[in-house]
């Protein structure tokens, strides 16, 4: 397990929950995070759009998982999955992913998908909290967090996230801190200029977490 993922597992372990807390992970893939979260949780809500990946999904038989078979973007309604050549965990419903070339995505390799928002799921389901999420969407991260505006105002959930190599940093830093957010790197430093191919977790301002963080994660 390399630096990044040890990292984001620790995270998910450690990080200050309540057993009434809501989960949100995003791009779920097989389920590798999804079943440390539900022990952590009232409730978890994997988001994963590849069928085959939702099949693996469906054989955990925590009760506490709602499987939601659609991909997280900046609209909700019919949207595009382009697959990877390879690996069924680098799908990606980025399109300019798929005109590039460059990440094994084409544009005629695709499957028609539903798509969610962040913003729409929760009024749909009529939730009053969302604590933490989980994202991993293969350079769609800006389409997520745009999609989920009112809820990261609002409701303020931390965030974990690998942000990919053709996103936008700055506009991402931006939007995160013009709502009193701030983020913290794999080394536990809280950080104001973000590089790509890196996680990050993002956290309220407000939450003075970051001596306890270096407690728990045993990261320092």
């Known amino acids: 397990m390399n630096h990044s993922e040890n990292f984001v597992t620790k995270i998910l372990n450690k990080f200050p929950l309540s057993k009434n807390s809501i989960i949100f992970d995003i791009g779920a893939n097989r389920g590798i995070h999804t079943k440390t979260m539900s022990y952590r949780a009232q409730h978890v809500y994997a988001f994963e759009p590849a069928p085959e990946n939702i099949n693996v999904l469906k054989t955990n038989n925590e009760t506490n998982i709602t499987i939601i078979p659609k991909a997280v973007g900046n609209k909700s309604g019919k949207s595009k999955l382009y697959l990877h050549h390879l690996y069924c965990d680098m799908h990606t419903t980025q399109q300019r992913s798929a005109e590039i070339e460059e990440w094994g995505h084409s544009l005629d390799k695709f499957i028609d998908i539903d798509m969610v928002t962040i913003d729409d799921f929760i009024k749909e389901y009529n ?68 590089r790509l191919d890196q996680h990050y977790l993002i956290i309220d301002k407000s939450l003075n977490l970051g001596h306890e963080l270096q407690a728990r994660l045993n990261l320092a």
């Open 127 to 194: 939730l009053k909290n969302v604590d933490l999420i989980k994202i991993d969407v293969e350079g769609a991260e800006e389409d997520v967090f745009r999609g989920g505006k009112e809820t990261f105002s609002k409701m303020k959930p931390a965030v974990i996230v690998e942000i990919h190599s053709n996103v936008d940093v700055n506009w991402i830093y931006h939007f995160f801190t013009q709502m009193n957010y701030k983020f913290i790197d794999t080394s536990l430093y809280t950080v104001n200029k973000l």
